[in-house]
């Protein structure tokens, strides 16, 4: 369980793909001398909830399986490459944005960005199969960053961001085109799919 709040990021060592499918991805991350995070521990990476499988000082390696590569833009990772990095949770933590499960429900476009105030308003398109979820001042994970939904529009949802999440995360470097993973709400996954079953 994470909250989104990031903290900490990670350079891409290598992203290799595996012959059977699937891809070992090393990155050299902030925060192991503080965190100090142990094989089998969960690691959001981009919003990614995935277990490290080896530690050798500030580099932790990750098995990424194919679902995982299907279903984020973990495997257009590239060496030199930045991302985001929370460590799960601890029992007494302060929980200052939402759950967040690192359980990605799908990927996005950056539509436009435009300054605002002292920080940015970003538009990410917002697939149909998706639209019922994502609702004006909804939680949203963005590359594994808890924020609030600013407003909706047809096929589109806007983000606005504060300097600080611009600095702290990757966010402030996502070009137009460029992909995101989104997690929904979880309560909002679960509402809509209770609805669905319900009408059945």
Known sequence: MFSGLIGYRATVVANDVLPGGGATLRLRCEGVGDERPEVKDSIAVNGVCLTATRIEGETIS???IPETLARSTLGTLRIGDQANIEYSLRIGDRMGGHFVYGHVD???RV?????EGQGERVRIERASAFEPTIAEKAFISVDGVSLTVASVGD???????????????????RPVGSAVNIEIDPLARYVVEAVRVRNL
């Open 106 to 108: 799908t990927t996005a």
């Open 155 to 173: 096929g589109w949802f806007e983000l606005a961001l504060i300097p600080e999440t611009l600095a702290r995360t990757t966010l402030g470097e």
């Open 111 to 115: 539509l436009a960005r435009t300054p």
């Open 62 to 64: 990750f098995d990424v």
